[in-house]
């Protein structure tokens, strides 16, 4: 078949958990012999190319950096995607008015509605009114919902039937990290930064209030802790109130590397962590948790229902500063319980998030889209899993 994945930057990944899930699906159903088109901004280069990547077809838009730009690519995107044969997958929902031309083109879609996008902090109460009425148009617009978390499943049957709805999670290949503690030599990235295994803990997040990255700054930095806390992401504290905070605020413990986009260096930083500290509030699954799941990472998170269905019993979790910094004093130099948090990580991602597993349902899901005329399928033979689940649908 064919595939159009619309809704991401683009591949190779370099920005988020969208573009990291569009080059795994697409190399995946590649991989099956299907033919595949992912959509990519171009923040330079006006105009439209094509080239090819790993056997992917990439089609190049211009979108100059900003919302305004991303807006104007999406568009752009629909419209040259509706030239085209092929399942159309859209991820995110920020932008699904667009979806009408789909609509008056009788063209079926297929939309991961990605998270509560529009309870983010950042967003003014405009934007916010813009993304809450995106939500509504993707759900009412699209063939088909994916929710990746059972509570967006949940929330997502305000707009429409159960029976439009699949939740399908994001996967991540298996990374045991107890094994690499003891490797020699050092990967590059901990020698680059002056690291030494299991003495810093780990933070992966865009510097954004409702990651809850000054709170897990602050209580990190409430009293020495013998160890380094390592806080990837991209602070500009010249452009950003938020960034000078939480940098002001920072101990003489906490590095702030910058974001890093190379995935062997990001894997090795998870292998030798101590802990991670998952901060998000807002949202479903978030990839960056899975994949420390993935590398048997002892879990310490905020406490919502995103992450408490996805990390498991066997994490820790906390509501604010005042929480973390006592849970930081009971588990940093607890190592048994460290070991049962990084087993209850490695059972935790067998069970719900091997990337083999969640690249079949959308294989399927998408099969049964990719010709507008095909018989229409009953839930259980478009992937994913049937609703309502036992999970509070979040306010």
Not at 352 to 362: C, D, K, L, S, V
């Amino acid at each position: 078949m064919d595939v159009l994945i619309l809704g991401s930057r683009g591949i190779p990944a370099r920005h988020g958990g969208f573009e990291t899930f569009a080059e795994s699906l697409a190399l995946y159903l590649t991989a099956q012999g299907h033919r595949v088109t992912v959509y990519c901004q171009s923040e330079t280069v006006r105009g439209r190319f094509i080239d090819e990547w790993n056997g992917i077809r990439r089609v190049h838009l211009y979108g100059p950096p900003g919302a305004g730009g991303t807006v104007r690519f999406d568009l752009a995107a629909v419209i040259d995607s509706l030239k085209r044969p092929g399942a159309v997958l859209i991820l995110g929902y920020n932008t699904a008015v667009f979806s009408v031309l789909y609509r008056l083109a009788g063209r079926p879609t297929v939309m991961n509605m990605d998270g509560l996008e529009w309870k983010r902090e950042k967003w003014s109460p405009l934007e916010r009114l813009w993304l809450r009425f995106n939500e509504y148009a993707g759900a009412k617009l699209s063939n088909h919902l994916i929710a990746d978390h059972p509570a967006i499943g949940l929330h997502l049957q305000r707009h429409v039937a159960a029976e439009k709805i699949s939740v399908i999670t994001y996967g991540a290949n298996e990374l045991t990290g107890p094994v690499f503690v003891e490797a020699s030599p050092l990967p590059g990235i901990l020698v680059r930064l002056g690291l030494v295994p299991q003495e810093y803990a780990l933070v992966i997040a865009r510097p954004e209030p409702e990651n809850s990255i000054l709170e897990m700054v602050e209580a990190f930095s409430s009293r020495p802790r013998g160890m380094k806390l390592v806080v990837l992401g991209e602070f500009c504290p010249a452009e950003s109130a938020y960034h000078r905070l939480v940098m002001e605020r920072a101990g003489p413990e906490v590095m702030f590397p910058g974001a890093i986009y190379d995935k062997p260096s990001v894997e090795a930083l998870r292998q030798h962590a101590r802990v991670y500290l998952h901060g998000h509030r807002v949202g479903g699954t978030n990839p960056s948790l899975v994949e420390a799941l993935a590398a048997e990472g002892a879990v310490i998170a905020h406490d919502n229902v995103f992450t408490r269905w996805v990390a498991g019993p066997g994490a820790a979790f906390f509501r604010g500063k005042d929480d973390l910094m006592v849970l930081l004093d009971e588990i940093l130099q607890d190592d048994v319980r460290l070991s049962e948090m990084r087993a209850s990580s490695h059972e935790r991602h067998l069970a719900e998030f091997m990337p083999g597993n969640i690249h079949t349902a959308y294989e399927r899901l998408l099969m049964r889209f990719a010709n507008a005329g095909s018989r229409q399928r009953t839930p259980s033979e478009a992937g994913g899993k049937h609703l309502p689940l036992p999970v509070k649908a979040p306010q």
